[in-house]
């Protein structure tokens, strides 16, 4: 209990902080609709206990005679829920079209939700794990789905919208204070669905301009192996792929790698650099053994040098692959000199 | 099918059937059960069956609960496996409690129980369509079992496509099973409306009939109306998943959302089927507690009609999130609104019965008094939810978790127990412990408020619904949440500890303990097979004065010659 009131200073015993333009207004309502029904709940227990006692029975053979109808006290209890529930409806519909209309001028940010990953997009098509913001800054969301509905939620902006496949649906908010905050899936979307979180991190106008910069070009420098880490910790391989051999949702990472693979049809094939991204772009060509046909393409939601360095990621991991790992850092675009077969034995 | 008064039995008088037989013992045999047609013996099959469903799925509850309890307390990642365990486990929780338990339970229990009785009438319109409907209910049941048994459902008992065309779990079995157990939802409320159209007594008049018949009627209308819907959608659904007919999936060419709006067209109305007949047997407890004429009852049973009514217009409340236009959100709100003004005219109403009444705090009552509490909280905490900004912050999270179960089941139940123990010595011939009773009370009405309240505030918190996993500022929440549930079930045993024990050991009840005026406590405890041996009379069912007290019997005695003088008092 004393965890529960022992909140951060600006949330309420009941609300979490307001960090967007709107949950002001937004928290405004829920205040005042709360205390409308403390005042109603306290007025109908209190009579409630009131009547108890008062007209408590004595003996069985006690015959009361109250009133039995009034029309005029069923019309006076009637019109004041009728004001205040029109009162409410209003201001909760007000609210709702702030809500629903981004202002002009506004970000925007492709949110692209598949079981059980969000992936982000840039306007210059950099892609994210976590959505970086600009604080104070409008932000416009256009939500799409790989596979089921999803649903976007962010408790400190008072912000959800269902994310429905085959439509675009589309959503705001304006960051007031730099600072990282949850972001959760809200509807319910199968096995790992509790597990479909991420950040949004508000920053100041300068260092989200820098994130955005490095976004596209974040595997330069870095080890192919270990790009294709990052990949797998990141954009959601490893709700479903174990590396530790441990059977998942999907088959484990670990020596997969030159392994005659068996599927539900079709004849086996050895896992070559091109098994490997035809995986990731067509996962439903080729379905193991054993597992289910679930997980959703990556079609458009990664870049080739993230593709290759999964695929010098597998081959670091796999017994089943004799070759020599990809040692030389990369580049902003990609990979000079990847002929793989200059590095095969 | 007329009032069945047979004038050649009714040599013995006070309401005992010749040789002391009662529709429990006048035959025997599994046969004489199984084939049976008489509406109480139905409604005692339903009672097995339904509590059967209730014990099940509130085990899921129980389940749930604690893993979310372990995962509070946990350091380590949760696994896949423990994930797909509490998927199942709250699906199975919710699909069996709503489908088989808290639908039927009202009206297929109590309802067939008492609706002849109340209308002085042998048995409902048509009784082989009555034992029909049981056996829909078992169909659907072994088609849930065989879920259980077969690859288990993930899908949540809402059926979202498309996630329930795709998923590998056992959603057709589970989707033919809901179908099937909507069809002795449709039986039961078509043999209602005719039961009340045809077979009211001479003398009663609309305005003459119960409140809970009120309630029943309009809880039948919608059960014929919506079901229907669920059951043309779940066969689509069925279509898409085997024949691959793209309607919902939107890979085959199908539109997500308009499952919604049809699961919905059903599963909105459906709310008002449990709470509907819940709140007519609060206006009997509160008429026959308060032995006081119920206030305001013609304003009860029309907002019995506009609740069933109005609630086949506000299923898009549910899909505020979904992306639909603005302008179909506002309408949907503002009609949700509406419902709330007859059902504060409900609460209102029954308080003002409490005044100046004679209030016996019996067990029943305290059941209905705990109905108030919740019904008020999960009312005014459905204001939050109908207001289109506070919804898109509280949509899918604990907060309509919690919303929904003070409704549906805090509501509902107490109702429901509440009914249960009012006419559990009409069922049974017996009364139960009333000091058990209460402890019991006390346990369920704190364990619920423990459960729920706490998740009201997980729930505004932004703790979204459906998760076996979540951050660790939530977990207070949890724990608090689970020790309540654990408080509720041990409450909830103590009454069905209470039941059974009260068949063997429980005193003999008499006619009437309560002193109540509807017909049903005019015929012995319990009923002989025809029910009445001689003709009840028929008057208005709140006017209470007839009945005197005797203390040698511990129930209340019929005085004719009061019931004569307050009858023509009522016609002046």
């Known amino acids: 209990m004393l965890a529960i009131l022992a909140q951060s200073a600006d949330a309420t015993v009941f609300l979490p902080p307001a960090r967007s333009t709107i949950a002001g207004a937004h928290d405004g309502l829920y205040h005042f609709v709360f205390w409308m029904s403390v005042f109603f709940t306290a007025l109908i227990a209190g009579l409630l206990v009131y009547f108890c006692i008062k007209y408590h029975r004595k003996s069985h053979h006690e015959v009361p ?26 201001w909760g519909f007000r609210g709702f079209m702030n809500m629903n209309q981004a202002p002009n001028g506004a970000y925007q940010v492709l949110v692209h939700a598949t079981k059980w990953n969000w992936a982000f997009t840039y306007a210059g098509g950099e892609n994210d794990s976590e959505l970086h913001v600009p604080v104070n800054t409008p932000i416009s969301l256009v939500l799409t789905s790989g596979d089921v509905i999803h649903s976007f939620y962010v408790p400190v902006f008072r912000v959800k919208k269902d994310v429905v496949p085959g439509r675009y649906n589309k959503a705001w908010f304006q960051a007031t204070e730099v600072g990282t905050y949850d972001l959760f899936c809200a509807e319910y979307c199968g096995t790992s669905h509790s597990q479909m979180k991420t950040k949004v991190v508000v920053e100041t106008m300068e260092d989200w301009l820098k994130h955005v910069e490095e976004r596209g070009r974040w595997w330069d420098g870095k080890k192919p192996a270990e790009v294709g880490a990052e990949v797998h910790a990141q954009k959601g391989c490893k709700t479903c792929h174990s590396l530790d051999g441990t059977r998942g949702t999907g088959p484990s990472w670990k020596d997969v790698f ?87 034995e | 099918m007329s009032v069945i008064h047979d004038p050649v039995k009714a040599g013995i008088h006070g309401g005992q059937a010749p040789g002391g037989t009662n529709y429990i013992n006048n035959s025997k045999g599994i046969l004489s059960w199984l084939l049976t047609v008489d509406h109480k013996r139905i409604g005692l099959m339903y009672m097995v069956c339904v509590l059967g469903a209730f014990l099940l799925g509130g085990s899921f509850a129980i389940m749930l609960r604690t893993m979310l309890f372990i995962r509070a307390a946990s350091e380590t990642p949760i696994s896949e496996g423990a994930q797909n ?76 496509t498309p996630y329930s065309s795709s998923t590998t779990t056992a959603a057709t079995t589970a989707t033919m099973g809901a179908f099937i157990l909507g069809f002795s939802s449709i039986l039961t409320g078509l043999n209602f409306i005719a039961t009340i159209h045809m077979l009211r007594p001479p003398g009663m008049g609309w305005f003459q009939m119960p409140l809970f018949l009120w309630a029943l009627y309009a809880t039948s209308v919608i059960q014929v109306l919506a079901t229907p819907v669920l059951a043309i959608t779940l066969l689509l659904l069925m279509a898409e998943r085997i024949l691959h007919v793209g309607i919902f999936d939107p890979a085959l060419g199908g539109d997500p959302v308009l499952f919604q709006h049809f699961f919905w067209f059903y599963s909105h109305p459906a709310v008002y089927i449990m709470v509907l007949p819940a709140m007519g047997i609060i206006s009997e407890l509160m008429s026959t507690f308060c032995r006081r004429h119920i206030f305001g009852y013609s304003f009860i049973a029309f907002s019995s009609v506009a609740i069933a009514l109005l609630g086949f217009l506000v299923w898009g409340h549910h899909m505020f999130t979904s992306g639909q236009s603005a302008m179909t959100n506002a309408v949907f709100s503002l009609i949700t609104f509406s ?137 207070i929440y949890h ?88 009858a023509q008092m009522s016609h002046h």
């Open chain 1, 258 to 344: 030159g392994s005659e693979r068996k599927f539900t049809s079709g004849d086996p094939v050895v896992a070559d650099e091109n098994y490997i991204r035809d995986s990731i772009l067509n996962p439903g060509h080729h379905v193991v053994e054993g597992f289910d046909n679930v997980m959703p393409t990556f079609q458009g939601s990664i870049k080739d040098p993230e593709i290759t360095g999964v695929i010098e990621f597998l081959k670091s991991i796999s017994a089943n692959y004799k070759g020599l790992v990809l040692e030389e850092p990369m580049t902003a675009t990609g990979l000079p000199g990847t002929d793989e077969t200059e590095t095969k």
């Open chain 2, 85 to 160: 365990m509490y998927n199942q486990a709250f699906t199975l929780h919710g699909a069996i409690l709503v489908f088989m338990f808290i639908i039927p339970a009202v009206p297929a229990i109590l309802g067939n129980m008492v609706l002849p009785l109340m209308l002085g009438a042998k048995d409902v319109a048509f009784p082989r369509l009555n034992l029909l409907s049981w056996y829909c209910w078992v169909g659907g049941a072994i088609f849930f079992m065989f879920v259980l048994i077969n690859g288990g459902l993930d899908t949540g008992w809402t059926f979202y």
């Open chain 1, 65 to 90: 005679d109250g009133p039995t109808h009034s029309t005029a006290i069923e019309l006076g209890w009637t019109l004041p829920p009728l004001i205040l529930v029109l009162v409410i409806f209003t």
């Open chain 2, 339 to 475: 419902v709330a003004i007859p059902s504060a005219i409900k609460v209102f109403n029954w308080l003002a019965t409490m005044y100046k009444g004679s209030i016996w705090l019996a067990t029943p009552m305290l059941y209905a008094l705990a109905f108030i509490w919740l019904f008020t909280i999960g009312g005014l905490t459905g204001v939050f939810l109908g207001a289109l900004s506070l919804d898109i912050m509280a949509h899918d999270t604990y907060f309509v978790v919690a919303h929904f179960h003070y409704v549906m089941v805090g509501s509902m139940l107490t109702a429901f127990i509440g009914g249960m123990y009012y006419w559990w010595p009409k069922m049974f011939g017996k009364m139960y412990s009333e000091p058990v009773a209460k402890v019991a009370w006390f346990l369920i009405f704190f364990g619920f408020n423990l459960t729920f309240f706490i998740q009201f505030i997980a729930g505004s918190k932004g703790m979204p619904r459906r998760y076996a996993d979540f951050v660790p500022e939530y977990a």
């Open chain 2, 479 to 566: 724990e608090i949440s689970t020790i309540g549930s654990y408080v509720l079930a041990s409450g909830l045993f103590l009454v069905l500890f209470n039941w059974i024990h009260s068949l063997k050991y429980g005193r003999k009840a008499p006619q009437n303990p309560w002193g109540a005026n509807t017909l049903e406590w005019h015929t012995s405890s319990p009923p002989p097979t025809e029910n009445f041996v001689e003709d009840p009379p028929v008057s208005e069912p709140y006017v209470l004065g007839a009945w005197e007290y005797d203390a040698s019997i511990e129930g209340f005695v019929h005085n004719k010659e009061k019931a004569a003088k307050l």
